[in-house]
C-alpha cells in the first residue's frame, strides 16, 4: 500500500513529556500537511510543507510544537511539554503540487492519537 | 469564526434512497471543495471534488453541486449504501498561496438496511 502512513497511532503520555509523531507521505507527493482533529470537530489546520520548506504555519501552532521535513520525504512534529489540552488525533496529508497551479486533493493518512493524562 | 459550516449533525436515510449532505461558506475566495468521509480511527479519506468554475461533478454514486451565489454546496449519494454511513466533512481551499483546506463540523450518515 502507498498511501499515507503515520507512527505511532496511539501514544499516551504523561503532561510534561515531549511527543514526536512521524508521517511518511505518498512518494511522489511533494506538498505535506499536518491537521488536528478533537472530539466533534473537523480536522484543523497546523502547519504546511512543499518540499522541506515549512511555508505555512497556524496560530494553533504554539511554540511547544515544532515540524520539520528534513529531506522533503517524511515530516515530524515534536509536541514539547505536553498539555492535557494537546489531546487529540493528529493528522497527516499530502498531495502533488500540478503544473499551472492545478488543484489535487489531498490525501490523509489514518492519523495519531493522542491522549495526555 | 466558522468560515465553513456543516448545520446538520446527522442524518438517516433508508438503503437505496438518496443521501443529500449540505454545507455552507462564508468566504468568498474559497475556489475548490472538497467532500471526505471518515470511519471511527481512521483518518477522512477523500471522495470528490469540485473547483469554483464549475457547478456540478460527478462521480460513480457520488455527485456534488457548487451554487456560488448562494456559498452552498451539497453531495448527493445515489443509490445510499449501508457502508456509507460514515462522518462527512465538506472543505474549501482559497487560491490565496496557502493551500490548507478549511473543514466544517461534520455530518454523521447513517444508512439504515
Known amino acids: 500500500d502507498t498511501g499515507v502512513s503515520q507512527d505511532p497511532r496511539h501514544k499516551i503520555t504523561k503532561r510534561g513529556q515531549n511527543v514526536t509523531f512521524r508521517c511518511d507521505p505518498i512518494?511522489?507527493?511533494?506538498?505535506l500537511y499536518w491537521y488536528r482533529q478533537t472530539l466533534g470537530q473537523g480536522p484543523e489546520f497546523l502547519t504546511y510543507?512543499?518540499?522541506?520548506?515549512?511555508?505555512?504555519k497556524s496560530r494553533l501552532l504554539s511554540d511547544r510544537f515544532s515540524a520539520e521535513r528534513p529531506k522533503g520525504s517524511f515530516s515530524t512534529l515534536e509536541i514539547q511539554r505536553t498539555e492535557q489540552g494537546d489531546s487529540a488525533m493528529y493528522l497527516c496529508?499530502?498531495?502533488?503540487?500540478?503544473?499551472?497551479?492545478?488543484?489535487?486533493?489531498?490525501?490523509f493518512g489514518p492519523g495519531t492519537r493522542l491522549l495526555v493524562l | 469564526d466558522q468560515q465553513v459550516k456543516q448545520n446538520s449533525p446527522s442524518l438517516s436515510v433508508q438503503e437505496g434512497r438518496i443521501s443529500i449532505l449540505n454545507c455552507d461558506y462564508t468566504?468568498?475566495?474559497?475556489?475548490?471543495f472538497l467532500w471526505y468521509k471518515k470511519y471511527p480511527a481512521e483518518g477522512p479519506t477523500f471522495l470528490i471534488s469540485?473547483?469554483?468554475?464549475?457547478d456540478k461533478n460527478e462521480d460513480g454514486r457520488f455527485t456534488v453541486f457548487l451554487n456560488k451565489s448562494a456559498k452552498h454546496l451539497s453531495l448527493h449519494i445515489v443509490p445510499s449504501q449501508p457502508g456509507d454511513s460514515a462522518v462527512y466533512f465538506c472543505?474549501?481551499?482559497?487560491?490565496?498561496?496557502?493551500?490548507?483546506?478549511?473543514f466544517g463540523t461534520g455530518t454523521r450518515l447513517k444508512v439504515l438496511a
Open positions: 496529508a499530502s498531495s502533488l503540487a500540478l503544473r499551472g497551479g492545478g488543484r489535487q486533493a489531498q490525501y
Open positions: 512518494s511522489e507527493h511533494n506538498r
Open positions: 510543507f512543499q518540499n522541506e520548506a515549512q511555508l505555512e
Open positions: 468566504n468568498s475566495m474559497f475556489d475548490y
Open positions: 469540485i473547483s469554483s468554475i464549475k
Open positions: 472543505a474549501a481551499s482559497g487560491f490565496s498561496g496557502t493551500y490548507k483546506y478549511i
